[in-house]
């Protein structure tokens, strides 16, 4: 919220330049192309020019910040199945993002952290399993990819959350790796 403030007094500053120095003139010196010292008003101009580098500068780290953010968070790191500690499809969202309300995904309320709960809190085991079930809801829904892999993504996160919040304390994964090893109950 602070930096709608920021904006706003800058905004204010830029038209107090357009003003007395011209719009034209106002745009060269907050973008640093001319010197605050050159214009009619270089006491006004002067303000302009550094509120102009910090807010500018500040913008394109913020937006810097976010793209990396998002890559690194979304990066197809793919966790086969112990062999690696990478995921398997990008965009997939982890365990432990799906307990905040600010996700961007429709899933039952503390589902993240009850999945977890079923592998006696061993959230790498639970991830694993978690990516595995949605990866099975994307190839499943495959034919309905029409609307973009996001929403492909989205739907698949929905359907596969309340599936899994539905089997009140299993996991599906658990019990097929259980019943290949003959052990009832086991975790991979």
Known sequence: MRGYYILA??????????VVIGGRVAYDVTVQIDSPWDTASPALALPLSLAGW?????????????VVTEVTDN??????????????????????????SRHGFEVPHYFGI??????QGDWKLAQDHWEIVVERFLNVG????????????????????????????????????????GNSGAHA
């Open 9 to 18: 007094a800058f905004f204010g500053l830029f038209v107090a330049n357009a």
């Open 54 to 66: 910090l807010v500018v500068t500040g913008f394109a780290g913020a937006v810097a910040g976010y």
């Open 75 to 100: 990066r197809t790191i793919g966790r086969m199945r112990g062999r690696s500690n990478a995921r398997r499809i990008a965009l997939i969202p982890l365990l432990d993002r799906l307990q905040y």
């Open 114 to 119: 009850r999945f977890v709960l079923r592998h």
């Open 142 to 181: 495959e034919s309905d990819r029409g609307r973009g892999p996001r929403q492909a993504m989205w739907q698949a996160v929905l359907e596969a959350s309340y599936v899994l919040d539905g089997m009140s304390g299993k996991c599906p994964v658990c019990e097929k790796l259980a019943g290949k090893d």
